[in-house]
C-alpha cells in the first residue's frame, strides 16, 4: 500500500474501550520488528553485515549486564534465568551459527539471526523435556534483544512514556497495557488483539479510548501523525481532513457529556422500574482501581484479578506483600464484600520472569488453577494472604477455570494445608469465608450441579465462557465476529448454571464484561439474574439501562429470545423490543 501521508486514512477494528481521543500518534514496537531479506553484494559488504552482528551482540550483552546488576541479589531462579540469558548471548548455536549463515548464504544479519533463532527454537521445541523446552523461550528472548540492536529499534517502556501521545502498537500485552501512564497516554491503537481480551479490559479500567484488532495500523502511522481513535466504534482515522477533525471534536464534547450525564446519577441504586433491586459490582485489577469503582456506584469488588501484582513483578511477591494489598483493599472497601479470585496466570496473562514453559495452545494450556495446584506454594502463599486479609474485612474466595470437581476437591485440601500452617505460625486470620468457581469452561456449566456440593457460590465468566465454547481466541482480531454473547449457545448455558444455582442454593453472579453492556441486560435480568460485576466503566450506563427496564417485560423477551436460532436475530429483537431505553450508540447500526 502505498499512501502519501497527507491523505486521511481510515481503518476499521475492534472496540477495545469506549470514548474518542486526538492526538499525536507514538510508535511503540513490540514483536513488530519489520524485517526483510537483503544480499549483500561483496565480501567487504558481508565481512560489515558480520561486525554489525557483533556489535548489537556485545551492546545488548553490556545493558543485559547491567540490569542484572541493577537487581536485588535475592531473586534466586529469576536471576539464574537472566544470567542464562548473558551466556546464551555468545551461545554457539545462536552466535557461531548466525555468522556462519551471514557468510555461508551471504544475507543480511537481520535475515540471519531470524533464520538460525527459529532454527534453534524448532529443535528445543521438538525434545521432550520441559526444561530443554523453556530453553527455547529463552533463546527467543536472546535473539530479539539482539534484533532490536540490530534494527535500531528503541525498547520503549509504555511507563517511560512522558508525552501527550496515541499509542500505536503491534500488540500489547495486559501487562504492557497496565504500564500506561494515564496523564500521558490519551489512548492506544494495536494490530492485533480481540473483543474482551485481557488488554481491552485494562483499557477500560484505564478509561482510555482504544481500538484494537486493527490489522495494519502500525504499517499506516508514523510517528507524530494526527490520529483520531473512535473506541466507541472501533475506528481510527490517520491524518484527518479538515471535516472529519470538527466532526470528531463535536463528537467527543458530545460524548464526554452523555458520559458526565451518567455518572451524575451513578449513586442512584440500580432497582428496575418495576421494583426489584439488583446488585452491581465493579471487576478490577489493582487496589487503586477501589476508588472509581466507589464513584461508579458499584455495591461490592465482585472480581479482583488478582494476577496484574504478579504480572508487574520479576519474582512472585511475598505472603506479606500480597496481605498489604488484600488489606488495603478490603479495608477501603468495608463492609462490602471482595471477592478474591486466585492467580489467573498464562494464558494470555504471562510473565517470562514468572513462567518458562512454552505452550502451543496455552489458552488450554497450564493457566489459573491448573498452574496453582502445579505449584502447591505459590498457591499456599496467596491463600494464607487471602485468609489473614479476612481478618480485617468482608471476602469471598474465587477459584478460576474449575473444569472438573477433582480440580476443587484438591483446592479445598490445599486451603486446609494453608490453614494449619497458619494455625501453627500463630497468625490471625479467617479461612471460613465464602468459597466460589468461576463457570468460563463449557465442563463447568455441564457438571454445575456437582461443582455446587463444593462450594457457596458460582461466578460466570462470560469471556472465558463464549471464548471455550465458541472455540475463538479471544485475542485474536480474526475471529471477533464469533466472539458471540448473545449467541443461544452462549444464552443457554447460562440458563443451565442458574438453574443448576437455584436447584442446589447457591449464590450466583456474572462476572464476565457480558454484564457490563446494556444491550444484554434484558436478558440477563429477564432470566433471572440479580448480581453482576463489571468494569466499573460501564456501571452508570448499565444502571441507567436497569432503572429503565421492566422485569416483566424481559422475562417475556427471555422467553421469545430462547426460541431464536442465532445471535443476529437475538440482537435485532432486543434492538426492536428495547429501542427507547438502549443507551447512546446502541441502536446505531
Ligand atoms: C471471564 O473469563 O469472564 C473473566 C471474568 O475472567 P478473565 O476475563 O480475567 O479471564
Ligand atoms: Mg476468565
Not at 206 to 217: D, E, K, N, Q, T
Amino acid at each position: 500500500m502505498n499512501i502519501s501521508k497527507s491523505e486521511q486514512i481510515i481503518i476499521k477494528g475492534i472496540s477495545g474501550s469506549p470514548g474518542i481521543c486526538i492526538g499525536k500518534a507514538y510508535i511503540v514496537d513490540k514483536e513488530g520488528v519489520n524485517i526483510t531479506k537483503r544480499y549483500p553484494v561483496s565480501d567487504v559488504q558481508v565481512s560489515k553485515e558480520i561486525d554489525r552482528f557483533k556489535q548489537a551482540v556485545s551492546k545488548a550483552k553490556n545493558d543485559h549486564a547491567k540490569v542484572i546488576n541493577s537487581l536485588d541479589k535475592d531473586l534466586g531462579e529469576n536471576l539464574n534465568i537472566l544470567e542464562t540469558h548473558m551466556v546464551l548471548f555468545k551461545d554457539k548455536m545462536l552466535y557461531g551459527k548466525t555468522i556462519e549463515t551471514i557468510s555461508n548464504d551471504k544475507i543480511n544479519a537481520e535475515w540471519a539471526l531470524r533464520k538460525v533463532s527459529r532454527k534453534v527454537k524448532a529443535i528445543f521445541q521438538q525434545i521432550d523435556d520441559i526444561y530443554l523446552q523453556a530453553r527455547a523461550n529463552d533463546i527467543v528472548q536472546v535473539s530479539d534483544k539482539i534484533m532490536s540492536y540490530l534494527v535500531g529499534a528503541q525498547d520503549i517502556k509504555i511507563s517511560d512514556i512522558n508525552k501527550r501521545v496515541i499509542i500505536v502498537a503491534h500488540d500489547l500485552s495486559p501487562a504492557d497495557a497496565s504500564q500506561i501512564q494515564l496523564e500521558r497516554v490519551k489512548g492506544f491503537v494495536t494490530d492485533r488483539g480481540g473483543k474482551d481480551s485481557h488488554t481491552s479490559i485494562i483499557a477500560k479500567a484505564l478509561r482510555i479510548p482504544s481500538v484494537l484488532g486493527l490489522g495494519f495500523a502500525m504499517i499506516s502511522v508514523e510517528n507524530d501523525d494526527i490520529l483520531i481513535v473512535d473506541g466507541s466504534s472501533g475506528t481510527l482515522i490517520i491524518n484527518p481532513d479538515e471535516d472529519t477533525l470538527f466532526e470528531y471534536e463535536e463528537r467527543m464534547v458530545r460524548f464526554e457529556e452523555y458520559r458526565a450525564g451518567l455518572e451524575r446519577e451513578s449513586h442512584l441504586p440500580a432497582i428496575t422500574k418495576d421494583g426489584i433491586s439488583l446488585n452491581l459490582m465493579a471487576n478490577i485489577e489493582l487496589v487503586e482501581e477501589v476508588v472509581a469503582a466507589k464513584d461508579y456506584g458499584a455495591v461490592g469488588i465482585g472480581l479482583f484479578r488478582t494476577e496484574f501484582l504478579y504480572l508487574d513483578l520479576k519474582r512472585f511477591p511475598t505472603e506479606d506483600e500480597l496481605l498489604c494489598k488484600y488489606k488495603e483493599l478490603v479495608e477501603l472497601m468495608n463492609p462490602q464484600s471482595v471477592t478474591i479470585r486466585t492467580l489467573d496466570i498464562n494464558g494470555d496473562k504471562v510473565n517470562p520472569y514468572l513462567t518458562t514453559i512454552e505452550e502451543a495452545n496455552p489458552a488450554l494450556g497450564l493457566r489459573a488453577v491448573r498452574f496453582c495446584l502445579e505449584n502447591e506454594d505459590i498457591f499456599i502463599t496467596q491463600l494464607k494472604a487471602i485468609f489473614r486479609a479476612a481478618a480485617f474485612g468482608n471476602i469471598k474466595l474465587l477459584i478460576p477455570m474449575i473444569s472438573c470437581v477433582e480440580e476443587i476437591i484438591q483446592v479445598k485440601q490445599i486451603m486446609n494445608k494453608a490453614i494449619l500452617e497458619l494455625e501453627h505460625e500463630d497468625k490471625i486470620f479467617n479461612g471460613d469465608i465464602p468459597l466460589g468457581v468461576m463457570i468460563e469452561v463449557p465442563s463447568a456449566v455441564m457438571i454445575a450441579e456437582h461443582l455446587a456440593d463444593h462450594v457457596d457460590f458460582f461466578s460466570i465468566g462470560t469471556n472465558d465462557l463464549i471464548q471455550y465454547s465458541m472455540a475463538i481466541d479471544r485475542s485474536n482480531s480474526q475471529v471477533a465476529h464469533l466472539y458471540q454473547a448473545l449467541n443461544p449457545a452462549i444464552l443457554k448455558m447460562i440458563k443451565m448454571t442458574y438453574d443448576a444455582a437455584k436447584k442446589k442454593g447457591v449464590d450466583l453472579v456474572m462476572c464476565g464484561e457480558m454484564a457490563g453492556d446494556p444491550m444484554n441486560i434484558p436478558v440477563l435480568v429477564g432470566m433471572g439474574l440479580t448480581d453482576f460485576s463489571m468494569n466499573s466503566i460501564s456501571i452508570p450506563v448499565v444502571k441507567r439501562m436497569i432503572r429503565d427496564l421492566d422485569t416483566k417485560k424481559a422475562r417475556k423477551s427471555v422467553e421469545k429470545i430462547m426460541t431464536l436460532k442465532c445471535s443476529q436475530e437475538i440482537s435485532d429483537f432486543i434492538i426492536e423490543e428495547y429501542r427507547d431505553i438502549l443507551p447512546f450508540g446502541e441502536t446505531d447500526e
